[in-house]
């Protein structure tokens, strides 16, 4: 997205004058305080044991990996999903507590 793409002069015509950088840490800081929200409720990122061993078995087919392997790959998925969203997360000075 650059200052002049569709959004931003869209905004610009109702008479919001923002930029990129703008809109970014908007929608950072909305998706860190909702998956707070959604944290203090319960909620927690999956893991790869979440997922049924059939969907391993069906990707497996798809990929020709062993499903172990891929259930393996999803963990490290997972983990690099959490790492990123817990810097996220601490940006905006909530607590990433899984």
Not at 10 to 34: C, K, P, V
């Amino acid at each position: 997205m650059r200052d002049d793409d569709l959004l931003i002069r869209l905004l610009r015509h109702y008479g919001i004058h923002t930029t990129r950088a703008d809109l970014i840490w908007f929608s950072e800081a909305f998706w860190a305080q909702s998956i707070d929200f959604k944290r203090q409720f319960g909620w927690r990122p999956p893991s790869a044991d979440d997922f049924p061993r059939r969907i391993y078995k069906a990707l497996s087919l798809a990929l020709d990996r062993p499903p172990d392997e891929l259930q393996t790959l999803m963990d490290l998925l997972i983990g690099e999903w959490k790492r990123q969203a817990g810097d996220v997360l601490a940006r905006f000075g909530y607590e990433a507590s899984w």
